[in-house]
């Protein structure tokens, strides 16, 4: 399949810039992967698309403030770090701009010098390892020091870093969102609960590379950025219960449903897990465990979308979302929501 066959025309207006103040007050575009049927509701009337015995899966990754600025020790050039990946102690992979000025054995300060970073080695496209040295605890410097590392197709600077945060975030790791997760709440969660239907944790830390445009022509050609997850036994259990029983699987968000089709045996069956997946999911693919999505509306020739076309067909999806466009629908991190059922 060719990267053009899943183009479609988005009017830079439509792509929201901050978070609506209320979670849940974000449009609801429901589509019928079978007939390809299109209806439109308000979030908050997703509970009346989930039926008892269901279980809804969530990605309960947190992101961290991993966008650091500072200043070089020996000249003061300012020099910006975000941060990709821990790997031993406290070395971790970076991206740094701009990359020229940072050689190995630079050493950047951070808040006066509560937190120094030294450049260990330098890799492609502006990657740097650095070593960081502090006293205290680096988590909580980074939350004192750090920012929130928005997508790049936003603008506006955020006033509450926490709108950007699922309310359910709990495995410190991501450098992005699972932004299906922000529209709900934990009032929304109660009541979705309440009405029997189960409710699962999966971690899928979110990696830069979700943003990562494919620059080949043909999709097969693509090589996917690859990501850490893990599942725990309860979760397992929980899914192969919900199977047993008859009940749907329903991941909210692209990430939730690598993840559950990274472990899931070819038959559907789940088990403790965890490790690194590149899970590619375009038309074509056989979805072995998950049978409904909730999630936002993504870039054109993203892989996001042709994730979404593998569930939906790629026809209905590119029709559903011109009319999206058409109706005004906010697109992207901020943006509204699909359920695909």
Known sequence: MKIEDFDFYLPDELIAQVPLEDRTSSRLMIV?????????QSFIEIIDYLNDGDCLVLNDTKVLPARLIGQKEDTGAT???LLLKQREGDQWETLVKPAKRLKVGTVISFGDGRLKATCKSIGEQGARVVEFSYEGI???????LGDMPLPPYIKEKLDDRDRYQTVFAKERGSAAAPTAGLHFTEELLERIHAKGVRIAFVTLHVG???FRPVSVNSIEDHDMHSEYYQMSKETAELLNNTKA????IITVGTTSTRTLETIATENGHFAEA?????????????????????????LPKSTLIMLVSALAG??????????AVEKNYRFFSFGDAMLIK
């Open 138 to 144: 680096f988590y909580e410097l980074l939350d004192q």
């Open 32 to 40: 019928d992967k079978h007939t390809g049927a299109v209806s439109h």
């Open 79 to 81: 020099i910006e770090l």
């Open 274 to 298: 965890n490790g690194w997946t590149s899970i590619f999911i375009y038309p074509g693919y056989t979805f072995k465990a998950v049978d409904a999505l909730i999630t936002n509306f993504h």
């Open 245 to 248: 029983q008859g009940g749907r």
């Open 314 to 323: 790629r026809e209905a999806t590119l029709s559903a979302y011109r009319e």
């Open 208 to 210: 830069l590379g979700t």
